[in-house]
């Protein structure tokens, strides 16, 4: 295998989704100006366990049928009407503990967003071979016109419905809205597939074959979720809906860099690799050339966020969102790593070694729980940050080392020196952070507190620098008075030193 197929696979995945992300962005924009960090925590408070549903319903059948050299229209037909049958289930679970997500947060406006979220449950699961028979295809851009399609009419559907209700209706009614668009492009363009479209079928035994790989890609799943979603989980628990709303917005601009490298790459990894298994010295050679072409990507773009931090929050968000800036500058020091490591598992997949890649999450989940769960408890979403950059460290080494040593037999130094010149970046970038803290910030990085102290009204950076979330208008109380839990100080702070 030459570098060129896989190159030209990515190229095309890349351009396809390209539109999506750029719709994605255009919807975050106009809709961070119209909704409150309170609407946006709520939402994000149930769209967390949401995706626990949908990893469920997906049950790594996604991954396995990209994997399948044949497949009868019988069983097309049965892993369809499967994933369709099951996706009402859980629909149906997920309304009827509305009673248990409200009583989790103890915020009684948290179960209004369930019904949403249960609807787009179902059309999620539907889209779910569709969308798999058109990658195992590499149909990137059809793919792509149905992303773009489904975040430009939920996104328009949000803003004439603010109109019509309430505020956290008009935003919830956005993941019902882009699920059943996404469905009815997938599934229209899945037509087109080498497998044809898929209808329903009771021929549910289909699955069986399939189980030995999507077992273990299903406790990956499981796993990583926990691993990924726990921070969500404690901070919208333990810190509230609004300052929810912050970090949630602080690691989604910070994963915007993997969004548009990274994720847009990795659905072209697998069905190019897979044909190359049997030689595992020159998978090895083209993963080594990838992965450093893509730390060097990584190194330039999480400096960039780095640097422009407070600008790029205030053009896409808006000043309500200034609490965002100090912690997506901390995040934006782990996105080098992150890059290298997001696109592991689709090598994992490729090779068959779904087994090693459920290895891996059990390391993963274990390091990002103990590093999340400290950081809430020191109730500062900077501390938080950086627990997690180190977990993200960590789990690169333990990912390519199992890689390493188990499936190309080879050691890492080799690889790991490919990367020096995204290693300094990232030294560089730390030494920085810690060096300037407190002090004037040298031309084309604003002092920390510059940015905040003159952003909103009655908002002054503490003799330590850092920030009370109860400070900032429109950021909800758990009980309607202050804030239920605070740090010893009495606040509960967004370090601006880290």
Do not use: C
């Not at 069983?75 to 679970?93: C, I, P």
């Not at 009419?153 to 505020?167: E, K």
């Amino acid at each position: 295998m030459s570098t060129s197929s896989l190159y030209v696979a990515i190229a095309r995945s890349m351009l396809g989704r390209a539109g999506v992300y750029a719709a994605n962005l255009l919807s975050m924009v106009i809709l961070a100006r119209l909704f409150t960090p309170r609407d946006f925590g709520t939402v994000a408070s149930i769209a967390v366990f949401s995706s626990f549903f949908q990893l469920m319903t997906e049950a790594g059948l996604g991954p396995a049928i990209i994997n399948l050299r044949v497949l009868s229209p019988r069983d097309r037909n049965g892993l369809f009407g499967l994933t369709v049958m099951t996706g009402m289930a859980l629909a149906l679970m997920f309304e009827a503990a509305r009673p248990l997500w409200q009583a989790f947060y103890g915020l009684p406006r948290v179960g209004e967003v369930v019904p949403y979220v249960a609807a787009s449950l179902l059309f999620y699961a539907a889209s779910i071979v569709p969308t798999a028979l058109l990658l195992r295809d590499q149909a990137f851009y059809r793919i792509a016109n149905a992303g773009v399609a489904s975040e430009l009419v939920s996104t328009g559907a949000s803003l004439v419905l603010l109109r019509l209700i309430d505020p956290l209706h008009a935003l919830a009614s956005k993941a019902a809205f882009s699920a059943a668009v996404n469905f009815a492009t997938t599934y229209y363009f899945s037509g087109r597939t080498q497998f044809g479209r898929p209808s329903w079928g009771m021929h549910f035994r289909a699955i069986r074959p399939l189980l030995s790989f999507s077992s273990y890609q299903l406790g990956f799943n499981v796993l990583n979720y926990f691993s990924r979603n726990l921070d969500n989980i404690l901070v919208g628990r333990y810190l509230g809906t609004a300052p929810l709303g912050i970090y949630d917005k602080a690691y989604r601009l910070m994963r915007y860099p993997l969004v548009l490298i990274t994720f847009a790459m990795t659905p072209a990894i697998q069905p190019v690799v897979k044909q190359y298994a049997h030689d595992k010295a020159q998978v090895e050679a083209i993963q080594r050339d990838f992965l450093w072409r893509l730390s060097l990507m990584g190194a330039v773009a999480g400096l960039f966020i780095y640097l422009l931090a407070g600008d790029i929050v205030a053009w896409l968000l808006g000043p309500q969102w200034n609490a965002v800036v100090p912690v997506i500058r901390i995040l934006a020091i782990g996105i080098p790593v992150q890059v290298v490591l997001s696109t592991s598992g689709s090598f994992y997949q490729a090779m068959d070694r779904t087994d090693l890649l459920f290895v891996n999450g059990v390391f993963s989940s274990a390091v990002m729980v103990s590093a999340i769960v400290w950081g809430v408890l020191q109730r500062d979403l900077s501390k938080l940050s950086w627990a997690l950059v180190v977990a993200f460290h960590a789990n690169f080494f333990f990912a390519y080392y199992v890689m390493y040593s188990r499936i190309f037999g080879k050691g890492l130094p080799a690889f790991l020196a490919k990367l020096a010149p995204s290693a300094l970046v990232v030294i560089g970038m730390v030494a920085f952070h810690h060096s300037f803290a407190g002090s004037p910030a040298p031309t084309g990085l604003p002092a920390a507190p510059s940015l905040y102290t003159h952003a909103r009204p009655g908002i002054n950076a503490t003799p330590r620098q850092h920030l009370p979330l109860r400070a900032f208008r429109g950021m909800p109380p758990r009980d309607g008075g202050e804030l239920n839990r605070r740090s010893p100080g009495g606040e509960l702070h967004i370090g601006i030193n880290g």
